[in-house]
């Protein structure tokens, strides 16, 4: 209804799940590479916990995306199932036939036989299974003990049956049962999704607003942003209802900014008028009240030292028996939270001009908010000048270079791809801003770009303020003249297998793989690429790096 209103293309603060508004904070890239971490190892089950609203089924529906064509998935959304209702289920998710062994209804072991058979089987082809259970927190413990037998289906490399649990915080708590300690030992990667910081909730906004197609600075003002963190404590739905209401008042009312007595009204409606958690928005009067007094008598002591007519205590005097100054408290977004925020590498008078700067002088900076200008500054690394007007990726083919892009890139796999690249940063309440990635050092650091200035940022603090969104450049084999997604072309295996065979004698890959499949999956394993056995980008870049292909590098070999 306020989208044309505020010249919008979509309703940006809707809770259907719509992928093109997808935000993915440093906590829910975290929780991803815990699932992705638990379906590369040799099996177990795998915990995704957290509260309401926080994202799991974002976290879920991004995983599902990158699992490769070889693992096969069975999903349950209603696990208030017996223990041989939810065997029942899982063999109609992977199309296993069950013929009972006897006349009469059938039994736990007439599923439990073809199944293990299907897992079986699927293991001798190279694939998968994997059990993915939602809402898990309503299994009963009967059920969740016949998933714990399920997983003692392995042979003596792995386990068959790959096991996804994801639940609400009660989940957790369940799992600490004694009763279950056999089956808590069995998780091999447990994460629990925790709801967006104050800064991370400015970001989420900026997000969703830039995607339906908001141009300029945000419609609500950082103490704005401020309060609809503090009334939704950061929980993604509760921050879409929020904003949607109070941009629906201001469509009310025709007005173009979005104000705190706004966003005060739309929680009365939507929390109906209670407090949904500690520290709402609505204080009963048993609370209130003593603090109200306490405010009063407090203010009154505050005017009666500054009039005079009382003397400070000591611990409120400075040296020379005056008032010691209020220092203003630092804004929660700048609050660091690990050790290594706290102390980010800082530049000093004595450096350079050119010297670089941190991640606070990085966040006061103008960056590119058109990626025009970025792929401009990042193509001359790899020697070459696309036309001005024209999209650089429509270009590349005649350099002999291809464009890759990821909106779910994490730092480790920064460090991994090892090259130059554009990110796109979300700083506080602005829009999206665009900046080089140019080094890495040793210790870690990574160093930004932008015109002729510089910063340099541990990975944590780029975690705060990026959203996963990389877009790099990579050489192509010679005589590329399309766009690869499967190098499958016969020059463009030739070329390939001459690398992997250059690889294979120096001793990287083992001398056991006699074919090109062989030799292709052995390096994707190494590489930690997903080993479905087509030469992807993903496979050719790192296979480029691996056999000294010339490309830009952030660290360089030593």
């Known amino acids: ?39 590369q190892g040799s099996g177990g089950i795998v915990l995704l916990t957290g509260d309401i609203g926080t994202g799991k089924t974002t976290v879920f529906r991004c995983f599902l995306e990158q699992v490769p064509d070889s693992v096969q998935v069975a999903y349950v959304f209603n696990p208030k199932l017996s223990a041989l209702e939810l065997l029942q289920t899982i063999c109609d998710e992977f199309g296993i036939e069950v013929s009972p062994a006897h006349p009469g209804p059938r039994t736990i072991k007439d599923h439990i036989d073809p199944l293990n058979a299907f897992l079986l089987t699927l293991h001798a082809q190279g694939r998968q299974a994997m059990l993915v259970i939602d809402e898990a927190q309503n299994l009963s413990a009967d059920v969740l003990e016949q998933l714990r037998l399920l997983t003692n289906l392995e042979t003596a490399e792995r386990k068959l049956l790959q096991i996804v649990l994801i639940g609400q915080p009660e989940l957790r708590d369940l799992l600490q049962k004694p009763e279950l300690e056999q089956l808590s030992q069995r998780i091999v990667a447990r994460y629990h999704l925790q709801a967006l910081s104050a800064q991370e909730t400015g970001q989420y906004l900026a997000h969703r607003l830039g995607v339906a197609g908001w141009q300029g600075p945000l419609p609500m003002a950082p103490r704005v942003i ?75 002591l505050l005017s009666l030292l500054a009039l005079g007519w009382i003397k400070a205590p000591e611990w409120m005097q400075d040296k020379g028996g005056e008032p010691a100054a209020l220092q203003p408290d630092p804004s929660p977004m700048a609050q660091p939270t690990t050790p290594e925020e706290r102390s980010p590498t800082k530049a000093t008078p004595a450096q350079a001009e050119d010297a670089p700067g941190d991640i606070e002088a990085l966040l006061a900076a103008k960056l590119w908010q058109d990626e025009a200008p970025a792929w401009q500054a990042l193509a001359p690394l790899w020697a070459w000048t696309p036309d001005p007007g024209t999209d650089p990726c429509k270009q590349t083919l005649g350099a002999g270079l291809q464009c890759f892009r990821s909106d779910r890139m994490t730092p480790e796999g920064l460090s991994r791809l090892n090259r130059p690249a554009i990110l796109t940063l979300r700083l506080a309440d602005r829009m999206p801003q665009r900046v080089l990635l140019t080094r890495q050092d040793a210790d870690g650091q990574f160093w930004l770009a932008h015109a002729s200035r510089q910063w340099r940022v541990s990975a944590s603090e780029l975690g705060r303020i990026w959203d996963g969104s990389y877009a790099t450049l990579w050489r192509t084999p010679p005589g590329t003249r399309e766009r690869i997604v499967d190098a499958r072309l016969p020059e463009q295996r030739q070329w390939i297998d001459t690398r992997l065979v250059q690889l294979q004698q120096a001793g990287h890959i083992a001398s056991t793989h006699n074919t090109y499949e062989q030799r292709l999956v052995a390096f994707q394993e190494k590489a930690g690429v997903e080993t479905h056995g087509k030469a992807s980008p993903m496979t050719l870049m790192q ?6 292909v010339d490309e830009p590098v952030l660290v360089k070999a030593e």
């Open 226 to 300: 401020k309060r609809i963190h503090r009334l939704s404590q950061g929980v993604p739905r509760r921050i879409n209802l929020l904003a949607g209401r109070a941009m629906l008042g201001a469509y009310a009312t025709q007005r173009e900014r979005i104000t705190e007595a706004m966003v005060d009204q739309a929680a009365r409606e939507i929390f109906d008028g209670r407090p949904e958690h500690p520290g709402g928005w609505r204080l009963t009067w048993r609370i209130t009240l003593p603090a109200l007094g306490l405010l009063l008598l407090v203010s009154l």
């Open 1 to 39: 209804m306020y989208a044309g209103y505020f010249g919008l293309q979509h309703d940006p603060f809707s809770i259907a799940p719509d992928p093109r508004y997808l935000f993915m904070s440093a906590r829910h890239r975290e929780a991803l590479a815990h699932l992705l971490y638990g379906l």
């Open 543 to 548: 296979l480029n790096q691996a056999t000294g």
